[in-house]
C-alpha cells in the first residue's frame, strides 16, 4: 500500500511504498524498477548455465555423460516457392518485351557460371571437370577455353575418355593431347595430378616406379621407412589400407623408443619386409578404382 506524501524542505518529494509477498509480481517488478534496482544480469546468466548444466548433464554408473548443445527446436523456413514461381514468370515476360534486359541478365548468368567452374574446376594451372552428357562436357570446355583466353592464358593437352569428344575438340582446334604417347607411365596413360589416369579404360592408378627403386636400397631404419612412407602420394586414399600398415608402424617405433639409424626389432623388421614384398603388386591392385564421368584437362 502507499505511504503519506512526505515533503521535505519545500522541494522534494519522496514515495514510500511497502511490497508484501502476496503483491503481484508484476507490480512488485514495476515498484523496483521505478526506484532504479534492477536485477543484475550476471545473475541471470549464471541461473541459465545452471539449467543449461542440470539439462544437459548426467552422472550413471560412475561416468558423466555430457550432452552436445544444439538447438532443441528452430523456425524452419518458409516455403516460397510459389512466390518465386511468380516472380520469374514475370521477369520471363519483361525478357519477351525487352532484349536489351534479357542481354544484361545473360551476361551476368554466364559470368556467374564462369566464375564456379574457375573456383570448382581448377587447381593451379590444371582443369579437371566432368559431366554426364557430351553436349554439357562440350560447353564446359568451350567456357573455360574462352575464360582463359581473355585472360591471356591458352590451355593445352586437352584429353578426355570420350573418342567423340576428342574428335569435336580437333575440329575445333582444341590443343589436344596424345592419346597413344607414352610418358614413362605406358599407353594411354596420363598425369592428373600426380596420379596416373587411363583415359580409355578410365581408372587411376599410383606410380609406385620411384618408391620401388628407393626400398630396393634394402636399409631397416626407422629413418628410412619415414623417408618410404613420404614418397606415396595418394590424395584421394585409394591405397589407405596399404599405407596406414607403415603408419602404425612408425608408432610402434616410437613407442619403443627406437632411434632413427638403430637397427629395427625382428617383429618390426618382418613387418617391414612383408611390407616391401607387397609393393610390387600395388599399381595392378589400385587399377579397379574407376571415374564414371568424362574427364577433361589441359
Known sequence: MKNPLVINNGNEKEYCETVNKNSNANTTASVLKGLGIRDDPAVHERDQAM????????????????????????????????????????????????????????????????????????????????????????????????????????????????????????????????????????????????????????YLTTDTKSLLEFVSLDKNTKRFILQAVGKIFDPLGLISPFTVRMKCLLQDLWKEEIQWDDPLPTHIEKEWKKWREELPHLGNSSTTVGISLRWLGP
Not at 543449461?52 to 555430457?66: A, D, Q, S
Open 51 to 202: 539449467e543449461i548444466f542440470k539439462e544437459t548433464v548426467e552422472f550413471e554408473n560412475g561416468r558423466y555423460i555430457v550432452q552436445l548443445p544444439f538447438k532443441k527446436s528452430y523456425n524452419g523456413l518458409s516455403d516460397n516457392y510459389s512466390l518465386a514461381k511468380q516472380r520469374f514468370q514475370g521477369l520471363w515476360r519483361r525478357f519477351g518485351h525487352d532484349s536489351e534486359l534479357y542481354q544484361q541478365y545473360r551476361e551476368i548468368i554466364l559470368d556467374y557460371s564462369e566464375q564456379e567452374l574457375l573456383d570448382r574446376s581448377f587447381y593451379v594451372d590444371d582443369l579437371i571437370s566432368g559431366g554426364n552428357e557430351f553436349e554439357e562436357v562440350l560447353q564446359t570446355s568451350r567456357r573455360a577455353k574462352y575464360v582463359m583466353e581473355a585472360a591471356g592464358m591458352d590451355l593445352r593437352k586437352w584429353i578426355t575418355n570420350d573418342t567423340n569428344l576428342m574428335e569435336q575438340w580437333k575440329k575445333e582446334n582444341f590443343d589436344v593431347h596424345p592419346v597413344h604417347e607414352t610418358v614413362s607411365l605406358g599407353a594411354n596413360e596420363t598425369k592428373v595430378l600426380g596420379l596416373s589416369w587411363n583415359s580409355h579404360e578410365d
